[in-house]
């Protein structure tokens, strides 16, 4: 059973920073990588930022690319999004995902992964 839980949403100003979390838990940790999504009202889910569960490569969205980064400590058995400079494009729902299945793209390795129920994020103009 693997279990995520994200956690540090809020209303934030544009250009303003904020840290998102995801508590992970699992019986097992047989992870390839974990991820950050978000879905914004009326689209689609949107990948946004991964990093490899054993080597800790990141690789990131070209919407992001440059104002979050994404981290993961084994230890506290966290991973987390820093997200700079917001703009109110930012706004939706943020999701982690777990997966333990690689595919090309990386995002397309978490459609039958492990999902956390999400955070909200409101980025005012």
Do not use: H
């Amino acid at each position: 059973q693997v279990q995520l839980a994200e956690s540090g949403g809020g209303l934030v100003q544009a250009g303003d920073s904020l840290r998102l979390s995801c508590a992970y838990s699992a019986r097992t940790f047989n992870f390839y990588a974990m991820g950050w999504f978000r879905q914004a009202p009326g689209k689609e889910r949107e990948w946004l930022a991964a990093i490899t569960w054993t080597a800790g490569i990141p690789s990131y969205a070209d919407s992001v690319k440059g104002r979050f980064t994404i981290s993961r400590d084994n230890a506290q058995r966290t991973l987390s999004l820093q997200m700079n400079s917001l703009k109110p494009e930012d706004t939706g729902v943020y999701y982690c995902a777990a997966t333990s299945r690689l595919r090309i793209p990386i995002s397309a390795s978490f459609e039958s992964g492990y999902w956390g129920q999400g955070t909200q994020v409101t980025v005012s103009s």
